[in-house]
């Protein structure tokens, strides 16, 4: 058997997408955490495009085509954004912010925000709602149920959510 961080890359190459339409952005700073969310996800969804980042800062380049990601300039922005509340550099809050801060022209403030994350404490939870999440869902302990909770979250907002086109 491969060791864990050899593994981890192998998979985690399988979920980057690229030259595809993104259709979840996931946002999270742990390792196994983001990879377990993308294979939870493209199981549970079929045909989903899911691209993956470790922070905030590279979210904000992901979604703003600018850095590494300025070959998404005429891109449409992630059909939901799952993201995580407490990574380095810009936290989850941040870029919340910075994606309900836009004109209201932008395609990118249409797209619904999920917060996933550890945090039970409650100015989280409404600090979150006034900077514009869509929802706030606090992360399962044991695997079985953090898996089972995402492929839900992907299927609600992949499959029965209605979005404006």
Not at 107 to 126: A, C, E, G, H, R
Not at 137 to 161: C, H, L, S
Request: net charge negative; aromatic share 8%.
């Amino acid at each position: 058997m491969k060791p864990i961080t050899q593994r981890l890359r192998a998979e985690r190459k399988q979920f980057i997408v690229s030259n595809e339409p993104t259709d979840i952005l996931v946002v999270e700073d742990n390792e196994g955490e983001r990879v377990s969310i993308v294979a939870a996800l493209q199981q549970a969804i079929p045909d989903v495009q899911v691209y993956s980042v470790h922070d905030g800062t590279e979210a904000l380049d992901f979604l703003f085509a600018r850095g590494a990601y300025t070959d998404r300039v005429d891109e449409s922005p992630p059909t939901l954004v799952l993201l995580d509340l407490a990574m380095p550099g810009d936290n989850g809050f941040a870029v919340l912010g910075q994606i309900r801060s836009l004109e209201r022209q932008d395609s990118l403030t249409l797209t619904p925000v999920v917060m996933f994350t550890d945090s039970q404490d409650n100015s989280d939870i409404k600090e979150s709602y006034r900077c514009g999440a869509n929802s706030y869902i606090i992360k399962p302990v044991n695997f079985p149920d953090f898996r089972a909770a995402v492929e839900k979250i992907g299927q609600y907002w992949m499959t029965y959510n209605q979005t404006s086109t």
